[in-house]
């Protein structure tokens, strides 16, 4: 079964086509990162307008690179939220009018469950991704959201904890722009981050005790706070080119401050996940979101886990960020047990993966993970 999947939520317009929600046979990515970084993040009209002008030369790449046909495409599947709702309808509007020209069955996929299924992508043949196991527990940070996940089966979702301010992507954003990288952060940290002392400054890690909530406000302010002593009263950062270091922030310890920031967002997400991953004994922990692409996360997840004898599952690198591949993927499963969406289906911009339950959910065991 091959599904063509079309990505629009934010500021990347994608569209792809995965063989039996495993073998990406194309995945071409337009990213607006560059029409935004004036900006310092997404500006959601100049997004939509933006994906307008894409979205077809996009697609006929991605059927000219996948050399299939359209009589071998079984289905068309799209993100409906959550997102941006400008960039959502233009996929949406896209996908439905390819489903109703050509009488294919077309489904609605949420961008979160997108993520997830990147993990279970294969990028050539020669990659061999084992088969999805359940319970899993997947974390999931991007740029909207950190999420820990309990999958107990496809489409099972429990949401253990999220994010009570910012998002880990987020965090990343505004850190970034704070030391004048330029956006989106979270690539420049890492690399500012790799000449860098990670123990330079204490930066605080909100533990919130009890939950497998995170909260990164806190730490954001604290890195703001140690800017502003480098820089003299009321001056601003300026934004230097990618790669370069404006003569007026020389005195500005770039490197350590996010080297500093970055470890301790990592020692927050490894922990809390390695927690839920023993106190609900699961088979695998997946990792995805484009914050998911972030080295030194990767690393200290996997030797973390590896003491628990839990294989962590990360998303491939390029499929970390947001993709029309992973819409696809997790398309399948659901057209798979006969699901469809109408062709009425609408953009639903702030829909959740799994419901957000009355009380948090409190932490199973009692012994603190390691970091805690
Ligand atoms: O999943 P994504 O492409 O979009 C959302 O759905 O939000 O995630 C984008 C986020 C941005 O905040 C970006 O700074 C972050 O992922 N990101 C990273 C890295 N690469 C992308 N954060 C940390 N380290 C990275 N290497
Ligand atoms: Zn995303």
Redesign the pocket.
């Given at each position: 079964m091959i599904v063509l999947g079309v990505e629009t939520s934010?500021d990347e317009t994608s569209v792809a086509l995965v063989r039996d929600g495993r073998d990406v046979l194309a995945n071409v990515v337009a990213s607006q990162a560059e029409l935004h970084r004036r900006y310092g993040g997404v500006f959601p009209e100049v997004a939509s307008r933006q994906h307008v002008l894409s979205i077809v030369p996009v697609f006929k790449d991605a059927i000219s690179r996948a050399q299939v046909g359209w009589e071998d495409v079984s289905a068309v599947a799209v993100t409906y939220g959550p997102g941006l709702v400008g960039s959502l309808v233009v996929g949406l509007n896209f996908a439905k009018a390819l489903a109703l020209a050509r009488g294919l069955p077309f489904i609605g996929i949420n961008?979160l469950e997108g993520?997830i299924y990147s993990a279970w992508l294969r990028l050539s043949p020669d990659d061999s991704p084992p088969e999805p196991r359940f319970p899993a527990l997947v974390l999931i940070v991007?740029?909207?959201h950190t999420e820990l996940v309990l999958m107990r089966d496809h489409s099972q979702y429990t949401l253990l904890g999220h994010t009570l301010d910012d998002a880990a992507?987020?965090a990343?954003?505004k850190v970034a722009r704070m030391l004048g990288l330029p956006y989106?952060?979270?690539?420049h940290?890492?690399r500012a981050a790799e000449q860098g002392n990670p123990e330079a400054f204490r930066f605080p890690r909100a533990w919130l005790p009890e939950t497998y909530h995170f909260s990164f406000s806190g730490l954001k302010t604290a890195v703001w706070r140690e800017v502003r002593r480098y820089l003299p009263d009321g001056e601003e950062v300026s934004r230097p080119r990618p790669g370069q270091m404006p003569e007026e922030q020389a005195a500005l310890p770039v490197h350590d401050l996010a080297a500093s920031f970055q470890q301790a967002v990592v020692d927050v997400l490894v922990a809390k996940t390695v927690r839920a991953a023993r106190d609900f004994s699961v088979q695998e922990v997946i990792l995805a979101?484009?914050?998911a692409?972030?080295r030194p996360l990767r690393q200290q997840l996997a030797t973390a886990l590896r003491e628990l004898s839990v294989p962590l599952r990360p998303a491939p690198l390029s499929l970390?960020?947001?993709n029309a591949a992973m819409i696809a993927g997790a398309a399948y499963w659901r057209l798979q047990r006969g699901e469809r969406s109408s062709l009425d289906l609408d953009a639903e911009p702030n829909v959740a993966l799994a419901d957000r339950p009355e009380r948090a959910v409190t932490l199973r065991s009692r012994t603190p993970a390691r970091g805690q």
């Open positions: 934010c961008h993520h991007s740029g909207g992507g987020e990343f954003d989106p952060g979270g690539p940290i890492q979101g484009g914050v692409a972030n970390c960020t947001d």
